[in-house]
């Protein structure tokens, strides 16, 4: 089958090699067994069961939870020239009648259905009168509780495929990775001894940073600057901060939207398609923005706060580079993330009415320790890939060479004395009654004169000025790295405070030593250098151009059309016959139909007036 099934990937798809876990997943449904795919963000999920469904005989039902998805995997299918449509809320009743006629006649290979609409008696009608090959359940983990997006209509699932004359083979597909949700969806489907295949969660072209600026209204928009012209989105917490932020880049002359659940429909989808077609590139968001949107060239994406779980984090990551070209994940942290995700965590568990205490003591005990995960990777010098990797069961090297860990330069310092200094303070302060946050235990240790200290009575302490020598940030820094040690502990439900950790007491042994890590000076932020390419930025912007016209006349996308690393292959390679035009990454036989000519032709005609001579 592979050669065939490689062949059908470069004619319809125009890609080359299979992605890790791809082949043997196309394979594994292709010889009748159900599947199960783990695979990352942006690893390659869809052509898993959309490469099976062009290949079987009769159709294949991709149940699917999001309707902006559907209709963008279902234009780039029509673009890819296979024959696809979808079934979901979206359509009025004539066009929805349309396409259940037209499923019925077997107009097409994949037909993409929300899964609220499984026990529709119209639905059913429609099932029992096709051949239906194949059932692809896209994000499977929506099946789990214990995912981060159940959804009650994905439990109607099992029952759809037993109320079928012939069970179909059956296939999942999610990018999360634990073993509870995998279980669930392996038992919830019924799936019948599945081959699970978990892809390696390495994304090799993302790099990986994380920021803690003093401001990170004044790092953003340097960071926006440096980057002026790529797609990037801005991940915030909370709608407020969405707001904050658009209004803090809307008034600097950018091309940003924004999209949050307090947004009108109408303008979510404004703005989501103004990002998706090009005609804005920054989009600052909450995590209701990006679930299923298959942006291919997405540079960066800042989270603006911190997420609450490493699961969340790099599935918003992964919604970057999904062309396989470089991109950057940028982690903005702050001590107020924790504090805001705490009280989300909470707010979340509170309010549903539905638990006993029991059980609400396990959610929040479980957040608490996922939110303590993500804290970590905002204060590990090791890999930043590596810990997240980790994270996911995988066994990665030591150093990727590509987060800011791998490439930069860490000063050893040693924090011995200072640790002592501040369980020192922090015992003291406690003994007078009550703890207090972290901003008092540095103004003590700094001697600062100020009211609170004074009224407190704190500057009588004997760790009063004790490291007045010491710059303020150096001590937060080495109060959250403490924290991270377990030297101290953050407490309080109104305010954060700090009180002594479970390891406190090793301060006081002689032996005691504390060296940390801390990153030698950052860089000086780039100014706006041009970008480096290998390849001509003229020629780029003209087939740019072209792109971005025929996804005007065309109503798609302009990605759907060619993602970026197709356009700069084309630079690279300057091709200028079919063949040539064929072996580029993303061109498929129709694409090469369709658009081969009017893209050859730039490209001939730059050549030319760039002097080469080597057309035929
Ligand atoms: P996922 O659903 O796993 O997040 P997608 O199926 O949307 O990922 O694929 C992500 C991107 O990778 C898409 O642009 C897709 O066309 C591309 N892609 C998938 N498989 C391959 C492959 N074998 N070679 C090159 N690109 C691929």
Redesign the pocket.
Known sequence: MSENAKQI?KQV???????PG?EELVSAVLSGRDAVGI??????????Y?LPAIMSKGMTIVISPLISLMSD?VQ?LKEAGVEAAYLNSSLDSAAFFNTVERAKRGDFKLLYVAPERLDTGLFEELASSLKINMIAV?EAHCISQWGQNFRPSYLKIAGFIKSMRYRPVVAA?T?TATLRVRVDIINALGLDDPLVKISGFDRKNLYFEVRKPDSKKRELLAAIRERRGKNGIIYCSTRKNVESVYKLLDGKGYLVRRYHAGLSDAERMRNQDDFLYDRANIMVATNAFGMGI?K?NVAYVVHYNMPKSIEAYYQEC?RAG???SDAECILFYSPADVRMNKFLIELSVNENQGLNDERRRELLDRDEQLLRDMTFYAFTDACLRKYILEYFGDKPDTYCKNCWNCNNEFKEFDATTSARAIVNTVYLICARGWPYGKSMVVDILKGAKNEKVRKAGFDRLRTFGELAKSPRSRLFNIIERMVYDELLEEAGDKYPTIVPGSRSEIIRSPEFGYIIKIPAERRAAAKEEPMQTDFDKGLYEQLRELRSKRATDDKVPA?IIF?DKTLSDMCRMLPTSPEAFLSI??VGELKLEKYGDAFMDVIKNWMESNGDSELE
Do not use: N, V
């Not at 798809?13 to 992605?19: L, P």
């Open positions: 990937l798809f125009g890609y080359e090699e299979f992605h791809q695979m990352p963000t942006g690893g390659g999920k869809s052509i898993c959309q995997q780039a896209d597909y990018a298959d291919s992964g999904r062309d396989g990605y993602p990454s993303g």
